[in-house]
Each structure stands twice: as C-alpha cells, then as structure tokens.
C-alpha cells in the first residue's frame, strides 16, 4: 500500500506552497484551535474576495489567532481597532479610497459579538449610510474569545458560562436574535447567509456581495470546536447539520427580501445536530426538563423551515445533499 | 513612542519596540500542537479484492473518468491481458462487492472493461511494460487457454523467455467452447493474438504425455507452469446404462465451434447445471433442435434456498436468458432411468432429488415413488471435465486435481507450478488469468532466489470508511441486450456501450480507499496544510500534508469521500 508518510525529502516547501492555484488572504502558522471553523471561513471569504482588498477587523478570535506579535498572517491590509468600531473603520476606509478614485474592495470582519451586540450601532449606521462595505459575520454563537459567553446570537438551550445548564434553565432562556430581520430593514442591496459546510455557496455569495454597490452582509456560520463542545474533525460535518435541521437558514435577500434558499433535501432532527456538542447534551438527558427544551429546539427549527419554505420539493443540484457533490478533478469548488 | 511626520524623502523613522515589520505567520510551525497526523494511504477496495484477476478496478475506472482512456486499459492489461473476453465472459464478483452497491447500484464494471477492451482492439493498441531487462532463464508454460496465456504473458513482461505448449491446433483453451452469442470467437483469436505477438514462442499441437514428457521439460527449462485445464469428460451412466450414440456436452461444443452446427433432434436434453450444460442447451436451440431440457439436481441460481442445498454453477445471468430463449430447467430433478429402444433413447425417467454439501462433500439425493416420464431423443450428459492425467501422473497420484500450494507450486515440487481449471478453487476465465499472473510472480521470485512469498491481500476498506454525503445517487448503466424474440442466431447478445455513456458509468465509482482529486482536503483544512502537488512525479498523491502546519483536527480525514486519510497517532 502506498502511503505519503514519507515526503520527498528534496521538496522545496516554500516554492510548492507560494504556487498553489488559489489566493491566500490568511497564512498558515495562525493559532486558531484546531477544526476552527472561523479560520477555514476566513480563508474562504479571502480566496474569493481576491488580493484587493482591505480589511477591518473588529476585536474578537480572529484578530488574535491572527496577528500575535510581531507575525501576522495576512498578506492583504489588514487593522485592528476596537471590538466595536470595525464597520465605522470599514466605513472610513472606503470614504477615503473614494475619494482617491480607487476601486480596492473593502471588507468588515466581525464575530457575532461584535456584530448582534458591540458593533451593532456602528453596523446599522455604515448600512445606513450606504458604504460599500461586505460586512462578514462570522457567527459562532457566542464570545469564544473571552471564554464562552452567550450573546446576542447564541441559540436557544445552548449552554454556556453564563447561560449554564442546571435545575432552573435548561442553557440559554432567549432565542437567537434575528438579526437578518434587522439587516432586511435597512433594505441594502444584497445580505445573505452561509455556511462553511458549504463552501462553493459561501464563495460565490462573497462575489456576488463584492458585485453589488452599496452596503453587504454575510452571516456565516462557523462552528468552533472548543465552545460547541465537539470532536475538532467534526466541524464541517457538525456546520451540514445546522443547515439540515433547519436551525441556520441559508439564503440570500436583496433589499430586504429573500431571494434565494438553500433546500433541505432531507430535514433532519434537531437531536442529530445536539448530539455531538457540549452545549446541547444536557437536552438529551431522559428528564421531562430536557425533552421538553428538546422538543422546543425542534419547533424552533420547524418555524424556520416553514418561514423561509426551505423543504425541497424534488432533489436539486443547489440543494443540502446537491450543493456539494463531489466532482473528480476538484471541478465543484467555484 | 510613534511615528514622526512622514516625509515623502525618508522613510518614517520608527521608535524601537513601538512598532514591528511584520513577519508572516509562516516561521510560526504551528505542527507542534499535533497528537494525530493525518496520512494519505491508498487501501485496497473491495471490487480489487474481489475480482479473481486482481485487477486495480479504481484505479482504470479514475483514468477512464478522466478522459485517458489508453492509460485506462494500460492499467487494466497489467493484471488480465484479454480484458475484452473476460468483460464479456465473467460473472463478475467484482460488482457484487462494490461499495456504490449499499449506496444506489454497482458500477457496471464488466460493461467498462468490455468496452475499453474493445476499444484497444479497434485503436490497436499494443501492451505496454514489455521494453524492461530481458532474462536469460527459459521458462514452459503448458496449456494455452486463459492461464496458460496470462502467465506466460506475465513471464514476458519480466523478461523471461517463454515456450507456451499446446494440444490443439490454436491457443485459447476452453474460452474456445463458448459459444459466439457470449464471447465471438473473432475478439478472442485477436486478444490471444495480441497475447502470442509478445513474443512467447508457441507451439500448438503438443500434448504433455504425447509429444513431450515432464522430464523433458524439467530437463529444458528452468521452471514449468502447467494449466492443461480439463479436457476429460467425467464418465457418465445411468445404472450402467448407456445410449448408442452418446455425444458428451463438451464434445458437441467443440464440434458447434469446428464446424459451426450440432445436431438436430426433436427433444434433447442436458445433464448438468454447469457453464456447458447452459451454453449447449441455448446453442441446441439455435441450430434447430425443436426443445431443450436441461435437468439437474442443484437449484436455480437466486432461488430461495436452504443453507448448504447446491446450487446450478452456471452463471446466474447466463441461466436467466437461456429461460427466456426457451430452454427448459428442471431444477431438483436427476434421470432416475434411460428409457432405451434398440440403444436409443426414447425418453427418461426423472425423479426428484437434492444435492446437499455436507461439509465440502457433495451427497446426492433421490426420491423413489416421484418418477415422471420425460420423452426425448438424445441425452446428452454435461456433468463436467476431469484433469487428463496423461503426462502428469507423478503429480496427481489418482487425485482429481493438480494439487497447488499457496505459492502457486505444485505439492512437493519447486520448479513445476500450477493454476487455471486444473486446480482445486478454479471454473472462471478471469480466476485462471489471476492464477497465470500469480504463478508468473512466483516462478519470478524462484528464479531470482526470493522468497516465495503469496500476498495475503488486506481486507478491504469497510462502506463506513466512506463519507457518502459528498456523493448523489445516479442510476448504473445498463448494457443494452438484444431481446429474447430478436436474437439472431449465435449473434452477440450484449452491446459494448459507447465511451461517452461509459466514462460516466466510470465517474460514478467511489474510489473507495483510493483519491478522487477532489479538493475536500485542500478546500477544508483550516489551517492551510494541505498542498496540491500538481502532478510532480515524486510525490504519490496529488496532495500533499505540510506537517509544519497541520494541527492534527482531523477534519481532512473526516471529509475525505473515498477513505483515502487516515489519522495516526504522532510518534
């Protein structure tokens, strides 16, 4: 059997890594745990969005695992400056490459700290105010950096160090903000959802964001291993799940109305979905507590599938099971 | 601390410790945090397992998918040299294995290997492999039909001289008795053709025990690999009861294949379950015999079956159409009389029987007081072929069969080996190839002074090592037949598939333990570790893990479609 365990040992790494047929925004050498669905996004949005571009960043995993001095592993302008300011920096950035005639893309990175709760005002007034940004929020469902606190996007039931799971609450008592409706009543040209499940999705919805003029919104959701409480393998598997039960809605809405839905070929149950992760197993316990939260998690996902209608009515190529078939060659990835 | 005004004539000058160039991630091995690393490894996959010529089935299946079509066959002919015969011939246990089969349906894969078959026979392609050191050593092959070829085809390949003998006339063995509507007699000659023309050294017409003895060839050559097949008619009566004119199955394809028609009778039937027993009953239908029963005490293949009853070893689909032409099989029934006027069968006797196995031993069962009577004019026993001892009597010693070590050799020889239908465990042309190319490897290693040491093939990759949601269900081809009512005489039945609808039969197969070139690892690692190779030919796969990054998630080998990474433990 033939096995790579043995490299070359005449291999040029650094030539062989510099000529990869892709672009690459985000290094390799970043501290992102392991599985980081966050890192993997990052590195998607960048490969798609193309070397011209800059970045502001707000405060968050990102930046860290990032930029530990004095590395970096961005080879695109990259600044930090506060938790809650990266859409009025991104804002600032792209007045002043106007006023310079240059057509440089400008993207805003955010968790969803610091976009449902921190960055929300500065969000809200960049979108109002009409910049041509894409803001990107990479969503994982709570403030992971600062060691696992709920915010405003944390889901419903899920545990996590201040929204525990015990005798009174089953996790979180509020449900996950609906922050898209909030974006769809700035009526901004495009906003969409997506996930790193899917990453030919996700990279077109990043072109076609950078297409439009005007202000863009990408809600991606990117698990993360340590605050979810799964295997680090199981990122991408864990993220499909998330898309099938119906919990994350993937979409595309163009001033404020939903254009396009990602189907769900073959809905599955929410407990699928809690069973790998930390956050949820106190749901799977044989309590009536539990079960009840359980099935509520479920009504929860239900309503969505039903709101957004994202139940396939015949199999597509653009659905759940379709969207990313695998194509000898790599030909898929868009 | 800062920066003093930016001058555009010097750079700005920058207080130390304030403000860093940036150095890039890269010097930052973040490997270091790895308790498992993930490997590339290709496995076994079942259908290679399964498949009795140990053909690297996704491995021509990818070329073929890929549109390289020649390389596609080059790698096929490595293991079986007459792909066009066996993709017509075989049963194909391969498809039965295959992995898409939990999944949807099996990929076709004799319908691939009968077409790419047939396309290097139309292109003319030649086999390539053939341009190595040549050897000195002279090896005999005894016997031309499918193992007899593959070895001596195999001998070639490694440089050996190579003397292939035969009793007959012509070289292709007992492929020759099947009839045109299975396997036409023109792809064989032209696939044994290609064989010979590789510069093995054939003489026809010599028959071990007649024209040369075993000493001789001991004497002669370094090292003798002997498949005489089996030619000899088991002897066949009912209670010692014979009719005149008694035409063994065999016998009468044989004459179908010299001279190209059978006799007619009004009613024949056959005796015997076996690849003969259907293959003349359909060829008694084409040449004009007006009924044809077949009668044996096993069962129908694909019945409903009780554990340890014997079942027909015709091959199921063969049994099926020669149904639907019109022959008539009477399953659990044997001739319990010959119904004799002046040494002429007027009819039989049938009464109900089983065959049972207890352990490996066949035990024959018949019901007295069940007895029906079957008129006919022939009886034509196809019961089976022994070994012709003639020539091999020191090595049989009243056995049946050649008796073969797992090293090919024949039991307390060194340099005389063994394989094809002569031996215990054979009956199907692409077992007698694997056993040619088996005993090839073998006398390979006896004249270079290696061990002789037989591959015990690793179990295959299991279906749960599989990531199937990366993969849609697609219908498997399926070879157009020509129908019951519209076959034409002893005309081809299947129809080899045109290249476009077969390359995409051969994109459906999983790859299973093998790389698809699909981009999941290169397009999912978070941390950027996976490299494309493009195509250097010092690196094994199209990827490549860079270990100075990878942080050991494992979510490569989670994603990976075809089982083709496995994490390790780091060392």
């Known amino acids: ?105 400008v993207l805003a990175f955010a968790g969803d700290g610091g976009t449902f709760d921190i960055g929300f005002q500065a969000l809200s007034g960049m979108l109002e105010r009409n910049h041509e940004v894409l803001f990107v929020c990479f969503d994982n469902e709570a403030y992971m950096n600062t060691g696992i606190q709920r915010s405003g996007s944390t889901p419903h039931g899920a545990w996590t160090n201040t929204s525990p799971a015990g005798k009174v609450r089953q996790g979180k008592r509020h449900f996950k903000k609906d922050l898209l409706a909030i974006i769809a009543a700035h009526g901004i040209p495009y906003a969409a959802t997506a996930s ?65 839905t990602m189907k769900i070929r073959n809905p599955r149950p929410v407990r699928e979905y809690a069973e790998p992760q930390f956050r949820f197993r106190h749901l799977l316990q044989d309590t009536p507590e539990a079960r009840e939260e359980l099935e509520h998690l479920q009504a929860l996902a239900d309503a969505n599938i039903e709101r957004y209608g994202l139940l396939a009515t015949e199999p597509g190529p653009r659905d759940t099971e379709g969207a990313d078939t695998v194509r000898r060659g790599g030909s898929r990835w868009g | 601390m800062g920066i003093e005004r930016n001058s555009p004539f010097s750079p700005p000058r920058v207080t130390p410790g304030g403000f860093a160039l940036p150095g890039t991630s890269r010097t930052n091995h973040t490997g270091s945090w ?22 690297e089935i996704p491995v021509y299946l990818d070329h073929l998918a890929m549109d390289r079509p020649r390389q596609a066959w080059e790698s096929l002919v490595a293991a079986n040299p007459l792909p066009a015969v066996t993709g017509r011939v075989c049963p194909h246990p391969c498809e039965s294995s295959c992995h898409r089969g939990s999944f949807d349906e099996a990929i076709s894969i004799h319908s691939v290997e009968r077409f790419l078959g047939d396309m290097a026979l139309r292109e003319g392609w030649s086999y390539p492999g053939f341009d190595g050191e040549q050897r000195e050593e002279a090896v005999a092959v005894v016997g ?45 000659s032209r696939e044994v053709e290609r064989v010979l023309a590789v510069g093995i050294d054939f003489r026809p017409g010599m028959k071990l025990g007649r024209d040369l003895s075993l000493a001789e060839l001991e004497e002669g050559f370094k090292a003798v690999f002997l498949a005489p097949g089996r030619q000899k008619n088991r002897g066949y ?190 009956g199907i042309v692409s077992h007698a190839v694997g056993s040619g190319h088996h005993g090839a490897r073998m006398i390979d290693a006896l004249l270079r002074k290696k061990e002789l040491s037989p591959k015990t093939p690793p179990s295959p990759i299991p279906y749960s090592s599989l990531n199937r949601v990366y993969f849609e269900q697609r219908p498997a081809y399926v070879p157009l037949e020509v129908s019951p009512e519209a076959r034409d005489g002893f005309s081809e039945i299947e129809t080899t598939g045109s290249f476009a609808v077969l390359r995409q039969e051969a994109d459906r197969c999983f790859s299973c333990g093998h790389c698809l070139e699909c981009d999941n690892c290169w397009t999912l690692c978070p941390d950027g570790a996976v490299l494309k190779t493009g195509g250097r030919s010092d690196l094994p796969f199209p990827y490549i893990f860079d270990y100075d990054y990878c942080k050991g998630c494992g979510l490569c080998a989670q994603e990976c479609p075809s089982g083709h990474i496995r994490m390790v433990p780091e060392s």
């Not at chain 2, 015999?289 to 694909?302: C, F, M, Q, S, W």
Request: hydrophobic share 40%; net charge negative.
């Open chain 2, 144 to 188: 031309a039909g499918p193992a007899g070829l593959s070895c001596a085809y195999h001998l070639r390949r490694f440089g050996y001289r190579v003397t292939l003998f035969d009793a007959l006339p012509e070289a292709g063995g007992t492929c020759r008795v099947i009839p045109d509507y299975r396997l036409p007699g023109e792809i064989l």
């Open chain 2, 237 to 426: 009566s009912v209670d010692h009861a014979l009719p005149g004119d008694l035409h063994h199955g065999l016998d009468l394809l044989w004459e179908l294949r010299n001279i190209g028609t059978l006799p007619r009778w009004e009613r024949a039937i056959v005796v015997g379950g076996g690849n003969t027993a259907i293959d003349l009953a359909r060829s008694l239908l084409r040449t004009g015999t007006r009924e044809v029963h077949v009668v044996t005490d096993e069962e129908l293949p694909g019945a409903p079956s009780q554990a340890g009853r014997g079942v027909m070893p015709a091959i199921s689909r063969e049994v099926g159409m020669a149904l639907e032409e019109g022959v008539r099989i009477h399953p659990g029934r044997r001739i319990g009389r010959l119904i004799l006027r002046d040494e002429r069968v007027v009819g039989v006797e049938l009464v109900h029987a089983l065959k049972e196995f207890e352990g490996q031993t066949p035990v024959h069962r018949a019901f007295v007081g069940t007895e029906t009577v079957l008129e006919a004019d022939a009886v034509i026993p196809a019961v089976g072929q022994e070994v012709d001892s003639a020539g091999i009597e020191r090595l049989l010693q009243n056995r049946t069969m050649l008796p073969v070590l797992p090293t090919g050799q024949v039991e307390g020889e060194s340099r005389i080996f063994a394989g094809g239908d002569a031996c215990p465990g054979g």
């Open chain 1, 1 to 105: 059997m033939t096995s790579s365990d043995s490299p070359s040992p005449s291999l040029d790494w650094s030539t062989l890594r510099n000529s990869q047929p892709r672009f690459s925004g985000m290094e390799s050498g970043h501290g992102a745990c392991q599985g980081c669905g966050q890192a993997l996004a990052t590195r998607l949005v960048l490969e798609a969005a193309g070397p011209d571009v800059i970045v502001a960043n707000a405060t968050g995993c990102l930046e860290i695992f990032t930029t530990p001095w004095p590395q970096s592993a961005w080879t695109v302008p990259w600044i930090h400056s506060l938790f809650e300011n990266a859409a009025a920096v991104a804002a600032g950035i792209e007045v002043a490459l106007r006023a310079q005639g240059r057509t440089t893309k």
């Open chain 2, 34 to 55: 790895r308790q498992e690393r993930p490997l590339y490894e290709t496995s076994p996959s079942p259908c290679h397992g399964a498949c009795p010529a140990h053909e």
């Open chain 1, 196 to 260: 790193v499940a899917y990453p030919s999705d996700l990279r077109n919805k990043v072109r076609r964001a950078l297409d439009v003029s005007g202000p863009s919104f990408l809600l991606l959701h990117s698990p993360c291993p340590l605050g979810w409480g799964h295997d680090s393998a199981l990122t991408i598997s864990v993220d499909r799940l998330a898309v099938e039960t119906g919990l994350f809605p993937v979409l595309e809405m163009e001033r404020g109305h939903v254009v396009t």
